[in-house]
Each structure stands twice: as C-alpha cells, then as structure tokens.
T-cell receptor, first 115, second 118 residues
C-alpha cells in the first residue's frame, strides 16, 4: 500500500546532540513537508520541499535542517541549536498539480524527547 | 492576525447527535482551499473533507459536511450521527493561492478536541 513511513516512532536526544528523523513516501508525490506539534497546539511548518534538491524554510526553521536528495525521502535533522526540541513531528507529502483540492497525506509521526 | 481560528478548545456531543466544529479564516487571496483533518489520540492526521473558494456547493463526504459561508469567512465542519470513534482532535487548515505565495503549504488552526459520549 502507498503511504508515508516515519521512523523512529519515539526518539530521545541528549543535550548537545543532533538527531535525524526519517520520512519516506511511496506515493510518487513531488512535495514533502515537516511539521512540529506541541501539546494542545496545531501544526507549525518547519521546512517544505516542492521538488528534489530544493527546499524552503517554513515558519519555525531555526535549529532544524533538511535535505531532499531523492523524491521519496525528506529527512529532518534536529540540531543542538534547537533549544526546545521536545515535540511531536509529522511528515507529510502532496502532489503539486494544478488541482488545489489535493490533500496532504501524513505519516504516523515521531515523538522526540530530551533526556 | 491568525489565518485560521478555531474558538472551541473542547466540545462534547452525545452519540448519534450532530455536532458543528467552528472554523474562521483570514486571507486576501481570492483562490484558496480549506481542509479538515482528524487526529485520534494515536497521532496520525486523517484527511476528512475539502472546500475550494470557488466551489458553489458545500462539500460533503459521508457523515461529514462543510458549512461554507464565504462572506463570513467561515468553514464549519458538521458531523452527523456522531459515533464513539469520532472522539479526536479536529483541525481546520487553509491553502492559499498564488497571490499570497501559498503554493501547497497549509496553515493549521489550534484544533478542537471532540468527545463523543454515550
């Protein structure tokens, strides 16, 4: 079945450590996105990519980095510069056709905590 | 200003009753789309329904319908015949058009926690 796979489901980070969250999709979507969700809050956009080898900052990009070397993959690195990384991270993908009714499809998320 | 506002942090509804979840939005772009997603306690985001700014009729998908009032900039989700499995967080989101550089990005509201009771 087509879908989005995020791993790991739970991740723990030590102070000063970088960690990378994986996101893979087999939906043949051009666009991919990373969101952060804090308890009781909505989703905030960290980074997005509309095509391979290109990505743009979202609303809260500081302390994060991404790469888009393959269409299927959009890993997110939470760097030590991100002082409050504890959150639920969701990856999504969508087509980029002219039809604006195409929804974003989401993975099951990764919960990141500080040790 | 908030682009998407959901003013109900929590709602209760009895099983088999209908419930309306409010969403208002703010954009200067004439072309936009509105989405509703459901997030159960397990965390995944499930797409429910879509309404385009130029759509003449309110969107419907099974037990979900969207009460779209363009002049009031509101896009309320109506769930008919509520079921226990409808208990979840519900998010309204907007995709703006090219005028505001929206591309394919979504802006989310803060969500409404719905609890369906027996």
């Amino acid at each position: 079945d087509g879908g989005i796979t995020q791993s790991p489901k739970y991740l723990f980070r030590k102070e000063g450590q970088n960690v990378t969250l994986s996101c893979e999709q087999n939906l043949n979507h051009d666009a991919m996105y990373w969101y952060r969700q804090d308890p009781g809050q909505g989703l905030r956009l960290i980074y997005y990519s509309q095509i391979v080898n290109d990505f743009q900052k979202g609303d809260i990009a500081e302390g994060y980095s991404v790469s888009r070397e393959k269409k299927e993959s959009f890993p997110l690195t939470v760097t030590s510069a991100q002082k409050n990384p504890t959150a639920f991270y969701l990856c999504a993908s969508s087509s980029t056709g002219r039809r604006s009714n195409q929804p974003q499809h989401f993975g099951d998320g990764t919960r990141l905590s500080i040790l | 200003a908030q682009k998407i506002t959901q003013t109900q942090p929590g709602m209760f509804v009895q099983e088999k009753e209908a419930v309306t979840l409010d969403c208002t939005y703010d954009t200067s772009d004439p072309s936009y789309g509105l989405f509703w997603y459901k997030q159960p306690s397990s965390g995944e985001m499930i797409f429910l329904i879509y309404q385009g700014s130029y759509d003449q009729q309110n969107a419907t998908e099974g037990r979900y319908s969207l009460n779209f009032q363009k002049a009031r900039k509101s896009a309320n989700l109506v769930i008919s015949a509520s079921q226990l499995g409808d208990s979840a967080m519900y998010f309204c989101a907007m995709r703006e058009g090219r005028l505001t550089g929206g591309g394919n990005k979504l802006t989310f509201g803060t969500g409404t926690q719905l609890k369906v009771e027996l």
